[in-house]
Nanobody
Framework: QVQLVESGGGLVQPGESLRLSCAAS????????MGWYRQVPGKQRELVAE???????KYADSVKGRFTISRPSAKNTMYLQMNSLKPEDTAVYYC????????WGQGTQVTVSS
């Protein structure tokens, strides 16, 4: 059973940065695609960014140029570097690993507020 655990969330002011981590209990090479999603109360969970095992990336238009997703081959961890944060980035952020099955983490809260 694979477990994904997010960390790195918190409260920051607009314009500041955070780096989220998603640590896997086993190798992340089993995941063809890994991604970060976010959800606010009353809304559907939305894709923020995803990265394939070959390193191809995709971003939501709202975060392009500000967020960077990575999954270093030497680590069983995926990252989301979030720069120039805005209040509208406030959400619970989840990581997901997709292979034979989908695995989700428990989420980490990101709050951007002055």
């Amino acid at each position: 059973q694979v477990q994904l655990v997010e960390s790195g969330g918190g409260l920051v002011q607009p314009g500041e940065s955070l780096r989220l981590s998603c640590a896997a209990s086993g190798s992340i090479f089993r995941f063809v695609v890994m991604g970060w999603y976010r959800q606010v109360p009353g809304k559907q969970r939305e894709l923020v960014a995803e990265i394939t095992s070959s390193g191809s990336t995709k971003y939501a238009d709202s975060v392009k140029g500000r967020f960077t997703i990575s999954r270093p081959s030497a680590k069983n961890t995926m990252y989301l570097q979030m720069n120039s944060l805005k209040p509208e980035d406030t959400a619970v952020y989840y990581c997901k690993g997709s292979g034979s099955w989908d695995y989700w983490g428990q989420g980490t809260q990101v709050t951007v507020s002055s």
